[in-house]
């Protein structure tokens, strides 16, 4: 099993670009989660899917901030106009339903927005 | 709402000092709890679990007990090692079906010195 995938490890952007981060949940797996983490504010839990279905988007900081699920095999968090306060490191993780709880997170992008 | 609290980091111990970080929650029913580490540039990983009151999770010489009396889930070790310094982050799980959402604390860094 290859884990979940995020692509691109690294993103380097000037302010006012648009960002795609990509993501590949482990097969099988029903539930999905981005995640954004910074010194000042911790892992912050951006948006969850289950079944492709977006389920809890309050964590998204503002209207910048888009994702989907178009499938259950790829998800996409962008952000657009970008901003120097959006540099972080951006994890997703899946869940495979049935009560399990257990999350696997990908290894993150670190994005920089000059 | 539920919410997870831990102490504060970063934590200093020379190798081979006992560890203890506390983790305490607040949760309406009976959530599961965990502990996931991040070593560092890696996305979190699950160190170990417990899903009922009682029950100690243990891994890699990590064990924590789910305490539903004093709502706590403290994480130890006997002998730490220079390759357990990290980020510990305590979790519970969500009142939201079987989607997997967990509620993070926010994390504490372990040091470890040779």
């Known amino acids: 099993d290859a884990g979940v995938i995020q692509s691109p490890r690294h993103e380097v952007t000037e302010m006012g670009q648009e960002v795609t981060l990509r993501c590949k949940p482990i097969s099988g797996h029903n539930s999905l989660f981005w995640y954004r983490q910074t010194m000042m504010r911790g892992l912050e839990l951006l948006i969850y899917?289950?079944?492709?279905?977006?389920?809890?988007d309050s964590g998204m900081p503002e209207d910048r901030f888009s994702a989907k699920m178009p499938n259950a095999s790829f998800s996409t968090l962008k952000i657009q106009p970008s901003e120097p306060r959006d540099s972080a490191v951006y994890f997703c993780?899946?869940?495979?339903?049935?009560?399990?709880?257990?999350?696997?997170f990908g290894a993150g992008t670190r994005l920089s927005v000059l | 709402g539920d919410s997870v609290t831990q102490m504060e980091g970063p934590v200093t111990l020379s190798e081979e000092a006992f560890l203890t970080i506390n983790c305490t929650y607040t949760?309406?029913?009976?959530?599961?709890l965990f502990w996931y580490v991040q070593y560092p540039g890696e996305g979190l990983q699950l160190l170990l679990k417990a899903t009922k009151a009682d029950d100690k999770g243990s891994n890699k010489g990590f064990e924590a007990t789910y305490r539903k009396e004093t709502t706590s889930f403290h994480l130890e070790k006997g002998s730490v090692q220079v390759s357990d310094s990290a980020v510990y982050f305590c979790a519970l799980s969500g009142l939201s079906g079987n989607t997997g959402k967990l509620i993070f604390g926010q994390g504490t860094t372990l040091q470890v010195k040779p």
């Open positions: 949760a309406t029913g009976y959530p599961s």
């Open positions: 899917f289950n079944n492709n279905v977006p389920i809890d």
């Open positions: 993780a899946s869940s495979p339903n049935g009560g399990k709880n257990i999350q696997y």
